[in-house]
C-alpha cells in the first residue's frame, strides 16, 4: 500500500513538474505562415481556394464539407466540415470571415482544439499574371492550464497540414494546365 501512495505521489509531483515547467518555458501559442508558387493564373487558383466546396479536393485530411448557410463565395457563409485528425473525424463549422476575390479569403474555424482560430488564405500575383503565389497564416494561444503544451504540439502539426493542403492544389491545378 505504501508503494503504491509513493508512485502516486511521485506521478502527481511529475505532472506538477510538466505543468509548470510548460507554462515557464514554452510559448503560450504558435504563429505560423507557409507559401507555395502555383504556375496559374490567380483567378484559376481563386476558383479552388475561394469556394468552400472545393476545399475536399485539395485540404489533406478534409473527409467532407458541406455549406450550412448562404452561398459558399460570400462572407458570413457557414459550411460543416468533417476533418480526420488521424484516430477520428471531428466536426468544425467555417465561417467565412473575409472575402476579397483573388485577394483574400479568412474564416474562423468553430469546435475542437482549434476553436476560434482565424486562418488566412492570400493570393499575390506573380510572374505578370501567369502564376500565383498563395500563402496560408493561422495563430492560434490555446487557454487553459495545458495550452502551452497543447500550442507546441499543435503548431507543427498545423504547419505540415497547411504545406502539404497548398502542395496538393498546386499538383491539382498544374497538372490541368
Given at each position: 500500500?505504501?508503494?503504491?501512495?509513493?508512485?502516486?505521489?511521485?506521478?502527481l509531483g511529475l505532472v506538477l513538474v510538466v505543468l509548470i515547467g510548460?507554462?515557464?518555458?514554452?510559448?503560450?501559442?504558435?504563429?505560423?505562415?507557409?507559401?507555395?508558387?502555383?504556375?496559374?493564373?490567380?483567378?484559376?487558383?481563386?476558383?479552388?481556394?475561394?469556394?468552400?466546396?472545393?476545399?475536399?479536393?485539395?485540404?489533406?485530411?478534409?473527409?467532407?464539407?458541406?455549406?450550412?448557410?448562404?452561398?459558399?463565395?460570400?462572407?458570413?457563409?457557414?459550411?460543416?466540415?468533417?476533418?480526420?485528425?488521424?484516430?477520428?473525424?471531428?466536426?468544425?463549422?467555417?465561417?467565412?470571415?473575409?472575402?476579397?476575390?483573388?485577394?483574400?479569403?479568412?474564416?474562423?474555424?468553430?469546435?475542437?482544439v482549434l476553436d476560434g482560430v482565424t486562418p488566412t488564405l492570400e493570393?499575390?500575383?506573380?510572374?505578370?499574371?501567369?502564376?500565383?503565389?498563395?500563402?496560408?497564416?493561422?495563430?492560434?494561444?490555446?487557454?487553459?492550464?495545458?495550452?502551452?503544451?497543447?500550442?507546441?504540439?499543435?503548431?507543427?502539426?498545423?504547419?505540415?497540414?497547411?504545406?502539404?493542403?497548398?502542395?496538393?492544389?498546386?499538383?491539382?491545378?498544374?497538372?490541368?494546365?
Amino acid at each position: 500500500m505504501r508503494a503504491l501512495a509513493k508512485l502516486i505521489a511521485w506521478g502527481l509531483g511529475l505532472v506538477l513538474v510538466v505543468l509548470i515547467g510548460s507554462r515557464l518555458l514554452l510559448p503560450p501559442g504558435y504563429s505560423i505562415s507557409t507559401e507555395v508558387l502555383i504556375r496559374v493564373p490567380p483567378d484559376q487558383v481563386w476558383a479552388q481556394v475561394g469556394d468552400l466546396t472545393k476545399w475536399t479536393s485539395w485540404v489533406r485530411e478534409l473527409e467532407g464539407l458541406t455549406v450550412v448557410t448562404g452561398e459558399t463565395p460570400q462572407r458570413g457563409a457557414v459550411a460543416r466540415a468533417l476533418v480526420y485528425t488521424g484516430f477520428e473525424t471531428m466536426v468544425i463549422e467555417v465561417t467565412v470571415v473575409e472575402k476579397i476575390p483573388q485577394v483574400r479569403l479568412r474564416y474562423r474555424m468553430t469546435g475542437g482544439v482549434l476553436d476560434g482560430v482565424t486562418p488566412t488564405l492570400e493570393l499575390q500575383t506573380a510572374d505578370g499574371g501567369r502564376a500565383t503565389r498563395v500563402r496560408w497564416t493561422e495563430a492560434h494561444a490555446p487557454g487553459g492550464m495545458w495550452g502551452n503544451l497543447i500550442a507546441a504540439a499543435l503548431g507543427p502539426v498545423v504547419l505540415t497540414h497547411h504545406e502539404e493542403s497548398l502542395n496538393r492544389l498546386k499538383f491539382l491545378l498544374e497538372r490541368t494546365v
